[in-house]
């Protein structure tokens, strides 16, 4: 296969090296996708030199000017939906309908943030002093830093980019290795509407060098991260030395809480498609299930009756519901620790025997175990991958002291009719998301996106919020000479 991609660096793909990495189709790893080759940390700093001298040029163009190259953008996008959707699909595993959704959501994205050029970035203020004007104005930080996962591959590296680049930054994006086709497939897109050479910029290769290399560079103003925990944490050390300001989205632990009241079909339904879509590889997919007595059995016995209905099969497949893992490195996590759950005192309901009659890939069944320790690795630990614990509350407020009783604080869900028990569930969860008789996953793209404790670090993302952490602040006095 002669077609390797490569990095993307002043409007100009870089020649692929000898290194060549080669992508197996998740769903039939005896399907080579393509292959890529990872920049080297030279033509990484090459990428956020080229990021610092496109900035001054880029953050002078009027705000509506960089508005219209977004809204270019998005048509162009969604010209090739189909396509992009198909390569991402074959490269991760995401099942196709989901996939092409994901590209709809990436056209919105960068449709909402062009229209943000329009809208107001400043405000006027009463002075004390009678004949003086005082007022705000926001410029971009400088060349943003961009490091995003390949659960998805196109709308997370969209509502980073898209607010950076309409708020006057420029960007060098360094994606996830497991997404790195859709990345330059991305590019191309973006390539052409008319943004200039150096604006954006595409790095590909491993984060432990080049994404820790990068945000050491003293070229990077600002650093954007969705991963793990750990990842993230070597980041913000990073930009620390250098100033930099940085945004972190590090994970969850989601929990839905189903009260005696709760619609039991509602709920099955909501928890199912949050916890399974995309083989449980979202950082706001339900993994623990907290039941009170009085609905534990019967949901148990639906969750499982429809867990094991759940379509299995390869990703291009438009009628799956669930395709595989990203990797036999994550399929091995996962059912490790699956294991440890059940060395716990955890009982696998459904999901001990992988799928019959698949092709040879990364696949891991509907998993749901019962009974596993409170505060044992189900209960606490980010599986990523199509498993659900079920745990017993007595209480509602003691299903959501449960709930808290984890590091993280990304998103949480409960399922019932009764508004003061919504109420205190909504004053009391720690967590970014608070959802009632709704799935834990999934965001909006108009409203704020983040976590508490460990989920998070730093300014929230996307709708308005997005402004602050992509904009300096300047506070502007005018008076009069005489």
């Excluded at 696949?363 to 599986?383: F, K, M, N, Q, S």
């Amino acid at each position: 296969m002669d077609d390797v991609r490569s990095s993307y660096v002043r409007g100009a793909f870089l020649p692929p090296s000898d290194d060549r990495r080669q992508v197996e189709d998740p769903s039939d790893t005896t399907r080579v996708v393509g292959q890529w080759s990872p920049a080297t940390p030279a033509q990484a700093a090459e990428a956020a030199e080229a990021a610092k001298e496109a900035y001054p040029a880029w953050e002078a163009w009027t705000a509506p000017a960089r508005g219209q190259v977004l809204f270019k953008a998005a048509t162009l996008l969604e010209a090739e939906r189909d396509a992009v959707a198909t390569l991402a699909s074959s490269e991760m595993g995401k099942p196709i309908g989901e996939m092409r959704g994901e590209v709809d959501r990436g056209v919105a994205l960068l449709r909402y943030y062009a229209g943000e050029g329009t809208r107001a970035v400043g405000e006027v203020y009463p002075s004390a002093m009678a004949d003086a004007l005082l007022f705000t104005r926001r410029t971009g930080v400088g060349p943003v830093l961009l490091i995003t996962p390949w659960n998805f591959p196109v709308a997370i590296p969209i509502w980073k980019m898209a607010p950076a680049l309409v708020f006057g930054n420029t960007v060098v994006w360094k994606p996830a290795e497991w997404s790195s086709l859709t990345a330059v497939r991305l590019v191309e897109v973006l390539g052409g509407a008319g943004f200039p050479p150096g604006v954006i910029n595409l790095v590909l290769g491993p984060g432990r060098t080049l994404g820790a290399a990068l945000t050491r560079n003293p070229a990077i103003r600002a650093v954007s991260f969705t991963g793990s925990r750990p990842a993230g944490m070597s980041i913000a050390a990073g930009a620390l030395e250098t100033g930099a300001r940085f945004q972190l989205e590090m994970g969850g632990k989601n929990p839905a809480i189903v009260l005696e009241d709760a619609d039991i079909d509602v709920a099955v339904e909501r928890i199912l498609s949050s916890a399974m879509r995309s083989a449980g590889q979202k950082c706001t997919a339900t993994s623990r299930v907290i039941a009170l007595p009085g609905i534990l059995p019967s949901l148990r016995e639906a969750l499982v009756e429809r867990a094991r209905a759940l379509k299995q099969g390869p990703a291009l497949d438009a009628s799956v519901f669930l395709g595989p893992v990203v990797s036999a490195t994550q399929r091995e996590s996962i059912l490790a620790k699956v294991k440890g759950g059940v060395a716990e005192g955890g009982v696998v309901l459904t999901g001990s025997e992988p799928p019959a009659g698949m092709p040879p890939g990364h696949w891991v069944p509907p998993v749901i175990v019962d009974g596993a320790r409170p505060g044992g690795v189900l209960h606490t630990e980010e599986l990523f991958g199509p498993v659900v614990g079920l745990f017993a509350a007595d209480t509602a407020e003691a299903a959501v002291a449960l709930a808290n009783q984890v590091p993280y604080g990304l998103s949480a869900s409960i399922f019932t009719r009764d508004l003061d028990r919504a109420l205190y569930f909504i004053r009391h969860m720690e967590a970014g998301l608070v959802r009632v008789n709704d799935e834990s996953a999934g965001v909006e793209y108009q409203a704020p996106f983040g976590g508490v404790k460990e989920s998070s670090w730093g300014w929230r993302e996307q709708g308005r919020a997005a402004i602050e952490f992509y904009t300096e602040t300047h506070t502007v006095t005018v008076r009069p000479s005489r």
